[in-house]
């Protein structure tokens, strides 16, 4: 009796996985498999096409894959399957025009397949084909509805800016807003070139409607583009006045507030932010960072900054960063290793902060936490050379000689055109071999750093 096999498809034209290569005793048994039964034609060739396109042998793969559709004989649901690969591979060749015949040929036979459907959108979005992204996208949008951002995208794209403007208000009115989403807006305004016109609609829709938030902070935006602060400020407040329980709003008020010299206002207004679940981080990033500008020229309200951010409704490692940046601009280097060390505690994947906590570490002289946060920081950055240098710094400087050596002659491996960096490293390597004692490797490394000129 002829073998057979029966492959499980997950995710329809995902991965297939083998689950039986056993011959069939039962003669009587009916296929309950979603390609059915496959032969061993089939099953090799398509294997051998998954395997020849992971080592990125995309030419072999399509030869595999046409072997595949040969054995597939006529089954449709078989060779869209291979027609979907077929178009991964042409994709990964730049084929792009062959790429989107085979993943149209797949979504005749099944038109809702979603990962077909976004494999079919990234090409269009890289051939810059962006009106017919457009209705693939609002198919996609019923699937996902996180695409309806990347509508709103297409639509500036595509000059269709009314189009777009309604868009971002119904994601603003249904999920609140977002920095992202402001820059495609403020991108729309940028675009149409007329500010005035704009004004003067957006006017209008809040006269007729003063409870539409967003109209108002478009207003906001475009006044204070406009270089009209002082309507930009009366229109925040009137904002308030109208919807006292906006939280939005006072991503403007803060700022007009500090400029205008009303500071227990703007601290209020920065408070709101900080606590509002509808303001994303990178508003309220920003927020900080202005209140963080105000300290360093009003320092008598450094503790209310430091209370902000103990408070600060969202623990990330970037908020304790800029307050550790404030204080090294203060040149208070105890201060700001006490906010670097509390980033990290709620960041550890934040390199930025990695890098300047032990850059200060190294600079106070605290070699032991430097040579245990480089090493640890290394497990999640095993390719970083700065942080091998300074892990070499911390242990010379702790006379460990051998550990510094290790380091050192490891990430040197990582550097690549760097010639101050490649420097200090041959540097460092000659200390670490002085102090092992091994005058002979230390000259060698001498001489390296040596014959690097930096210009």
Request: hydrophobic residues 40%.
């Amino acid at each position: 009796m002829k073998k057979q096999y029966k492959i499980i498809l997950f995710l329809f034209f995902g991965i297939f996985l083998s689950v039986a290569g056993y011959a069939q005793e039962n003669v009587g048994d009916e296929p309950t498999d979603d390609l059915g039964n496959v032969t061993d034609e089939f099953q090799e060739a398509f294997f051998e096409a998954l395997k020849q396109k992971g080592i990125e042998n995309y030419e072999l793969a399509l030869d595999a894959l046409d072997k595949a559709a040969r054995a597939a004989d006529g089954d449709a649901t078989q060779l869209a399957v291979v027609s979907f690969e077929k178009g991964k591979n042409l994709v990964s060749l730049k084929k792009y025009n062959a790429a989107e015949v085979h993943f149209e040929k797949v979504l005749t036979t099944a038109p809702d397949q979603l990962d077909v459907m976004v494999s079919l959108y990234d090409l269009y979005f890289l051939q810059r084909n962006y009106n017919k992204a457009i209705p693939l996208v609002k198919q996609l949008i019923v699937k996902d509805p996180d695409y309806k951002e990347d509508l709103a995208n297409l639509y500036i794209r595509t000059n269709q800016f009314d189009e777009a403007i309604v868009i971002l208000d119904e994601l603003d009115q249904d999920i609140g807003e977002s920095a992202y989403r402001n820059t495609l807006r403020k991108n729309v305004y940028r675009a149409t070139g007329n500010n005035e016109q704009q004004i003067e609609k957006l006017e209008s829709r809040v006269d007729e409607n003063p409870k539409k938030e967003q109209d108002y902070l478009s207003l906001i935006y475009l006044y204070s583009d406009e270089g009209n602060v002082a309507k930009a400020f009366e229109t925040a407040k009137e904002l308030l006045k109208n919807q006292p329980k906006s939280e939005m709003v006072h991503l403007a008020l803060y700022k007009f507030y500090l400029d205008d010299g009303q500071t227990k206002e703007a601290i209020k207004s920065m408070e709101i932010v900080f606590n509002s679940d509808k303001i994303d981080k990178q508003g309220k990033y920003r927020v900080l960072g202005d209140f963080i500008s105000f300290v360093e020229n009003n320092p008598e309200y450094e503790k209310t900054l430091e209370k902000t951010v103990n408070n600060f409704s969202e623990e990330n490692g970037a908020v304790y960063e800029k307050l550790g940046d404030y204080y090294v601009s203060k040149d208070r280097k105890e201060d700001a290793i006490v906010a670097y060390k509390k980033g990290l505690a709620t960041d550890e994947d934040n390199y930025s902060l990695l890098k300047n906590t032990l850059l200060i570490l190294i600079d106070v002289g605290q070699f032991k936490d430097a040579a245990a946060y480089s090493s640890n920081g290394l497990d999640i950055f095993p390719a970083q050379p700065l942080l091998y240098l300074l892990n070499g710094v911390a242990n010379v400087n702790l006379q460990e000689a051998d550990t510094a050596i290790e380091s050192l002659e490891t990430g040197v491996d990582y550097v690549v055109d760097n010639d101050a960096l490649e420097k200090d490293f041959f540097t460092q390597l000659e200390k670490a071999y002085t102090l092992k004692g091994n005058t002979k490797k230390a000259a060698a490394y001498a001489k390296k750093a040596a014959s690097i000129v930096i210009n």
